[in-house]
């Protein structure tokens, strides 16, 4: 049996819902829906990666909480890597420099790589993104 998904959550914890609202949304420019909260942040934090795709930014308290007793990976360490496509090199270039203006760590300049051209940065939280041109490869999955 297969089931269909409408949609993909990725939960990311975070330590300071100021500081993350900040990196992505003026650092990144990423789209963040919702009404601010008392804070002046949106709850829920989350951010909108494509038509069915969207990034929850939670506190780690809260994410605690979700992962019901399991540890958490500790800051620097990293469980999965999170991969943004571009059109282009440019685009690419672009988004790792204004992820290291916002503050991010750039773990890998932009540059070619055997398996394509990409960079990749770690967020204030030491989530980390890997930013690649959009290739045959990654766009003709079933």
């Given at each position: 049996m297969s089931?269909?998904?409408?949609?993909?959550?990725?939960?990311?914890?975070?330590?300071?819902?100021q500081r993350s609202y900040a990196f992505y949304r003026?650092?990144?420019?990423?789209?963040?829906?919702?009404?601010?909260?008392?804070?002046?942040?949106p709850?829920?934090?989350?951010?909108?990666?494509?038509?069915?795709?969207?990034?929850m930014l939670i506190p780690t308290g809260g994410f605690g909480w979700v992962l019901s007793g399991r540890h958490q990976a500790p800051a620097g360490q990293s469980e999965c890597i999170l991969t943004l496509s571009l059109p282009t090199s440019a685009d690419v270039?672009?988004?790792?420099?204004?992820a290291a203006t916002a503050?991010?760590?750039i773990i890998r300049q932009?540059?070619?790589?055997?398996?394509?051209?990409d960079g990749a940065f770690a967020d204030p939280d030491g989530h980390v993104w890997q930013v690649a041109v959009t290739d045959q490869f990654m766009t003709t999955w079933p």
């Amino acid at each position: 049996m297969s089931y269909e998904q409408t949609a993909v959550t990725i939960a990311l914890p975070i330590s300071d819902r100021q500081r993350s609202y900040a990196f992505y949304r003026s650092g990144l420019g990423f789209a963040v829906p919702g009404e601010p909260a008392d804070d002046g942040v949106p709850e829920p934090l989350r951010l909108i990666l494509g038509d069915s795709v969207r990034v929850m930014l939670i506190p780690t308290g809260g994410f605690g909480w979700v992962l019901s007793g399991r540890h958490q990976a500790p800051a620097g360490q990293s469980e999965c890597i999170l991969t943004l496509s571009l059109p282009t090199s440019a685009d690419v270039e672009d988004l790792i420099a204004r992820a290291a203006t916002a503050g991010a760590v750039i773990i890998r300049q932009p540059g070619e790589q055997p398996w394509g051209y990409d960079g990749a940065f770690a967020d204030p939280d030491g989530h980390v993104w890997q930013v690649a041109v959009t290739d045959q490869f990654m766009t003709t999955w079933p």
